[in-house]
């Protein structure tokens, strides 16, 4: 499978939707979905000025069930020395995945179904939205196969859930449904699995037809709020809400108010 079949891209109507496509391995990361997911990033970041939101999902019922472990299984019968080169290398580029992720200026969406497993939790925390169906399941899972986990996901999961919960689930790498997920804060939305796709197209379409610009600066605004004290948040807030009040959404967005309409944002 080329990394082109192993990640699927498509842009339309101002939102990019990203599907992870390795089906018969529950869509399991490997090499290949790594080249792939790099490559559609590629495609995005060049597309980004008609891109108001982006979807990441999975095919056939699953949204990820982790790393694949038989690339793991390979490198087990080689030298140390040789085989731990190759892992840094492969982590290496998962993560710079995640970080391109996180630095898109739209919102990302996580639409997610089935088992969310491992680097799959990684790559939901890495999105801004996640919507599931009431089916799928959680499992950060790392501690099962006795590693540490990768893709942020200890750096996401104590600002989401709280030290202590994010030590239950990464020691523990119990499984739990999408009602705890939801009340943790890890997703947005629980939907029937036949109306995921059209949930996360209905939310996609909300936030890309909203003002770009001040969407990107409140993502960055939000992202970077954690390694700020309030002196630096509050200068932040100003300079970006001075750069946004000499936009013309922002003068869309105070016309439609006075004038009692919905506004017309990213006018072209």
């Given at each position: ?19 992870l ?13 790594v080249s ?36 793991f ?12 080169p ?7 580029r ?7 992720l ?26 801004d ?19 540490s986990?990768?893709?942020?996901a ?10 202590k ?25 629980i ?6 796709e ?13 003002p ?10 939000l ?7 309030l002196?630096?948040?509050?200068l ?31 006018s072209?």
């Amino acid at each position: 499978m080329s990394s082109q079949d192993a990640v699927l891209l498509k842009i339309e109507n101002d939102i990019a939707t990203l599907t992870l496509n390795r089906p018969d391995r529950m869509n399991a990361l490997d090499g290949t979905m790594v080249s792939g997911l790099l490559t559609a990033l590629d495609q995005i970041e060049a597309e980004m000025k008609n891109i108001g939101a982006v979807i990441v999902a999975g095919s056939g019922g699953t949204f990820m069930a982790g790393g694949d472990v038989k690339f793991f299984h390979q490198l087990g019968a080689m030298p140390a020395n040789e085989a731990q080169p190759q892992i840094r290398a492969m982590i290496d580029r998962v993560h710079e995945v995640i970080a391109r992720l996180v630095r898109l200026p739209c919102p990302v969406i996580a639409s997610a179904n089935g088992a969310v497993a491992g680097f799959g939790v990684s790559l939901l925390n890495a999105c801004d939205m996640a919507i599931a169906t009431r089916e799928t399941v959680f499992t950060l899972a790392y501690c099962h196969i006795g590693t540490s986990p990768d893709g942020g996901a200890t750096h996401s999961l104590v600002r989401l859930v709280g030290m202590k919960k994010a030590k239950e689930i990464a020691l523990l790498g119990d499984r739990f449904d999408s009602a705890e997920a939801l009340r943790l804060g890890l997703i947005n939305q629980i939907v029937e699995t036949a109306d995921l796709e059209k949930s996360t197209c209905e939310l996609a379409m909300r936030i890309a037809s909203g003002p770009r610009a001040a969407l990107a600066k409140t993502k960055a605004l939000l992202n970077s709020a954690p390694e700020r004290d309030l002196h630096g948040q509050l200068l932040a807030e100003a300079e970006a809400f001075a750069e946004c009040a000499i936009s013309p959404d922002f003068r869309e967005g105070v016309r439609a108010f006075v004038e009692k309409r919905k506004p017309v944002f990213n006018s072209k």
